[in-house]
C-alpha cells in the first residue's frame, strides 16, 4: 500500500489481497508448543494417526497469520479500519501449505449509523 485510505476511498466490490505465507513444520510446533499442545500440531509423527492424516497448524495460529498478513498490508498508517470478524478455518492448514487472504467491501456505512 503507498498511500493511506480513508472511508471515502472503499467502494462496495472493491477487493483488497494480502501477501501469501508458506507454513513449515518448524512455524506449526513452534507456535503450537506454546499456545496449542495438541499432537496433531505439535507431533508430525502422532499427527498421522489423526483424522487429519499429518501435521496441521492451530485454528488460532491460522487466524493470528490471518492478522498478520492483513496488518502488513493494509494497516500501514493508523487510524480508524474495519472492524475484524469471527473467524472460520473450516479444515486444518498442513506443512508447506500456502496462506493469503483477501477482503472486499460490501457496502459502507458511516461511523455514527453503527448499532453497537
Do not use: C
Amino acid at each position: 500500500m503507498t498511500r493511506a485510505l480513508y472511508f471515502e476511498d472503499f467502494k462496495p466490490g472493491d477487493r483488497f489481497e494480502s501477501a501469501a505465507l508458506t507454513l513449515t513444520e518448524a512455524l506449526i510446533v513452534e507456535y503450537a508448543r506454546f499456545y496449542d499442545p495438541q499432537p496433531f500440531h505439535t507431533d508430525p509423527e502422532a499427527a498421522k494417526a489423526t483424522v487429519f492424516g499429518g501435521l496441521i497448524a492451530s485454528g488460532m495460529q491460522t487466524i493470528a497469520i490471518g492478522f498478520k498478513l492483513f496488518f502488513n498490508e493494509f494497516i500501514e498508517h493508523p487510524g480508524p479500519g474495519p472492524r475484524a470478524g469471527a473467524g472460520r478455518t473450516g479444515v486444518g492448514l498442513g506443512v508447506a501449505e500456502v496462506v493469503g487472504g483477501g477482503t472486499q467491501v460490501d457496502g459502507e456505512r458511516r461511523w455514527r449509523d453503527r448499532h453497537l
